[in-house]
């Protein structure tokens, strides 16, 4: 059977912070932040798949710059890798106070694995990767699975020898 192919998905969110999502010193949780992340990242990961999808994996979360109770965040998410059950979705965080001017703020590539009503990882479209950023961020993704296949491996041998 031919593989579907399909081009990328996204997902978006904005946001107010408020006191309830920040630290006693009025920046957000790092926690939070990942939290709705995974969630824009979810959705963008299932609008792909067409299936449900699990968090595998977040792979170089950085907090760049401090987001402040009161300021509008967007979270935004693309798929930029596919393997054949799992996916890499690129999730991005800008934050705007009272200008326009919007700021990175965090960013982070989670990766999914599509799996259906049992729990099985199942199979997924490819992405179809055209103009040169896709290019690009293919070969980021593809970067980031070949390092999280060296990392698989020392996890094996960390348990092995009890580590
Ligand atoms: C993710 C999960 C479904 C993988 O199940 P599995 O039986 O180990 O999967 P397999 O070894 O058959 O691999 C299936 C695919 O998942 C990928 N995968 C498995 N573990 C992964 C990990 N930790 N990070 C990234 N990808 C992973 C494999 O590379 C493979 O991808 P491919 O088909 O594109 O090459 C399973 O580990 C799980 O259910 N984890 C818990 C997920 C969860 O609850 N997330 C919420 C956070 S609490």
């Given at each position: 059977m031919?593989?579907?192919?399909?081009?990328?998905?996204?997902?978006?969110?904005?946001?107010?912070?408020f006191?309830?999502?920040?630290?006693?010193?009025?920046?957000?949780?790092?926690?939070?932040?990942?939290?709705?992340?995974d969630?824009?990242?979810?959705?963008?990961a299932?609008?792909f798949?067409?299936?449900?999808?699990?968090?595998?994996?977040?792979e170089?979360?950085?907090?760049?710059k401090?987001?402040?109770?009161g300021?509008?965040i967007e979270i935004s998410?693309?798929?930029?890798?596919?393997?054949?059950r799992s996916?890499?979705?690129?999730t991005?965080?800008?934050?705007?106070?009272?200008?326009?001017?919007?700021?990175?703020?965090a960013?982070?590539?989670?990766?999914?694995?599509?799996?259906?009503?049992?729990?099985?990882p199942?199979g997924i479209?490819?992405?179809?990767v055209?103009?040169?950023?896709?290019?690009?961020?293919?070969?980021?993704?593809?970067?980031?699975?070949n390092?999280?296949?060296?990392?698989?491996?020392?996890?094996?041998?960390?348990?092995?020898?009890?580590?």
């Amino acid at each position: 059977m031919t593989r579907l192919k399909r081009k990328t998905s996204v997902a978006s969110s904005s946001m107010m912070v408020f006191p309830n999502d920040t630290n006693d010193f009025g920046t957000m949780y790092g926690g939070k932040l990942i939290e709705i992340m995974d969630m824009v990242g979810g959705i963008c990961a299932r609008r792909f798949t067409g299936t449900k999808a699990v968090t595998a994996s977040i792979e170089d979360m950085q907090f760049n710059k401090p987001i402040n109770k009161g300021d509008i965040i967007e979270i935004s998410s693309k798929v930029i890798w596919t393997g054949n059950r799992s996916l890499i979705v690129k999730t991005k965080v800008t934050k705007e106070g009272y200008t326009e001017e919007k700021v990175i703020c965090a960013r982070a590539y989670f990766c999914f694995v599509a799996i259906n009503m049992e729990g099985v990882p199942v199979g997924i479209p490819e992405l179809i990767v055209e103009s040169e950023k896709e290019i690009k961020n293919y070969n980021i993704g593809q970067e980031i699975r070949n390092r999280q296949m060296l990392e698989e491996k020392r996890f094996q041998i960390e348990l092995e020898q009890n580590l």
